[in-house]
């Protein structure tokens, strides 16, 4: 019966007391995580040598409208895998968020949708995959480039606004610790925590300067680093500003260090996609001159940057799954608000003394179900992104580059975040009749 029925059936055993609308979440998100291990392994040098074997892969590489011809796959085919996986996620959480378009409360009948019918979520989902590896390529590459793009903006938009969320509920419930307990040890260890974050942030940057900027050239990167530290330095100043201290008394440097850190991994990102040799030593070795063939040894597509971009979407889709803000504010913005919801009419079961999951969304949904799978839809397409290095395959789909827009769009993505963190600071300045408490 729970195939097809709720989600705290079929996770009651495992997690009691869960809220209906916390399980429905994880499993969603499970949805997505075993679509990013899925392109993981498909990317893995070993079976991307493999792929060719799938029937109709290669073959389904054919011209689209003409625009190319007898297509030779066999020199990114883990490219191509990852790109057929995440369009296949994206469809699965894009048709979800149009199904779910205002949904108030679980007495709706398409709730029964969100929260029921795992079984046949699932089969949905493989069926839009082995559906997707049949997509041939020609426009379909150029064209799912450019949507990767604009959702990993987004999503990098999202991870921002947790971040900043993060550091300030992170330094508001250690300067009430030490309030509360009068105890030295916690402004201790904000002091470490912001120290250490900032000399990881400088060590970051002399590496960047040595290993992505030369002497002679690489104006780009000298640029790039060099405005981000300056931007940096800004909005460190500005969190410690007395009238800023005044309107924001748990405002402080611990936040700007975490915003500053997060920046300069940001900037490394942007110049490990700089298309230069010269300028860029990471430059993966299938982005050569020459002809990239099925002889040469394929390289592992995940570099450093992908690793740790791969542990922060980890992490902030966690976050919107799984938990709520410290802060209204960010609740809004998110659509959520777990913290106020509660058992339903119904009440939470007890069965032999334990209690057991239990419907929270009667009186009124918890999250807004369409957000939510919105989110997961940009979540799959930064994955794809960040698992394909943001390259993208040449006219003669011979060749995969880095190119320019990857470079753009995580800077701007980067002056976005710092600018996003300097409006909090300086917002209940410029509109003191609202309440930024």
């Not at 893995?44 to 073959?59: A, D, N, S, T, W």
């Not at 057929?84 to 709730?111: E, I, N, T, Y």
Request: hydrophobic share 45%; net charge neutral; with cysteine.
């Amino acid at each position: 019966s729970c195939l097809c029925g709720s989600a705290r059936c079929l996770l009651c055993g495992c997690c009691p007391s869960a809220k209906n609308s916390t399980i429905t979440r994880f499993l969603f998100t499970l949805f997505l995580f075993m679509g990013t291990l899925v392109s993981i392994i498909m990317i893995i040098p070993g079976v991307e040598r493999e792929l060719h074997k799938l029937p109709g892969f290669c073959e389904g590489s054919g011209s689209v409208l003409g625009v190319q011809t007898n297509v030779d796959c066999s020199s990114f085919l883990g490219h191509k895998a990852v790109y057929r996986m995440g369009f296949a996620m994206a469809a699965f959480f894009c048709l979800f968020a149009v199904l779910m378009v205002c949904v108030r409360s679980s007495k709706d009948p398409r709730a029964v949708l969100q929260n029921g019918f795992w079984f046949f979520k699932f089969l949905l989902l493989v069926g839009i995959t082995v559906g997707a590896f049949y997509i041939p390529d020609g426009a379909f590459t150029s064209v799912w480039f450019y949507f990767g793009v604009v959702g990993s903006f987004l999503f990098v938009l999202i991870q921002l606004v947790l971040l900043i969320d993060l550091a300030h509920s992170w330094s508001q419930r250690w300067l009430r610790n030490a309030d509360e307990g009068h105890a030295k040890g916690w402004y201790a260890a904000l002091c470490t925590i912001t120290f250490t974050f900032y000399a990881a942030s400088i060590a970051a940057v002399v590496l960047l300067y040595i290993y992505y900027t030369k002497p002679e050239g690489c104006t780009e990167g000298k640029a790039f680093i060099s405005i981000n530290l300056i931007l940096c330095l800004i909005v460190s100043v500005v969190s410690i500003l007395p009238k800023i201290q005044e309107a924001q008394p748990h405002s402080g440097l611990l936040q700007a260090s975490l915003i500053t850190l997060y920046t300069i991994y940001v900037t490394w990102s942007a110049l490990a996609n700089v298309p230069t040799q010269h300028c860029n030593p990471t430059l993966l070795v299938r982005n050569s001159t020459g002809s990239a063939t099925a002889s040469e040894p394929l390289t592992t597509w995940w570099d450093a940057p992908s690793i740790v971009g791969l542990v922060i979407f980890i992490l902030c889709t966690l976050f919107i799954s799984l938990r709520s803000s410290d802060h209204p504010q960010v609740n809004k913005l998110m659509l959520t608000e777990e913290s106020g919801a509660g058992p339903g009419p119904g009440g939470a079961e007890e069965e032999g003394g334990v209690r057991r999951a239990y419907d929270n969304e009667q009186d009124g949904v918890s999250y807004n179900y369409t957000f939510f799978h919105l989110c997961l839809l940009l979540a799959a397409l930064y994955i794809m992104m960040t698992l394909t290095n943001w390259y993208r395959p040449d006219e003669s789909f011979q060749v995969l580059r880095s190119p320019w827009t990857a470079v753009w769009v995580k800077i701007c993505s980067s002056w976005a975040g710092l600018l996003l963190y300097l409006w909090t600071l300086v917002a209940p300045l410029v509109l003191p009749d609202r309440d930024f408490s």
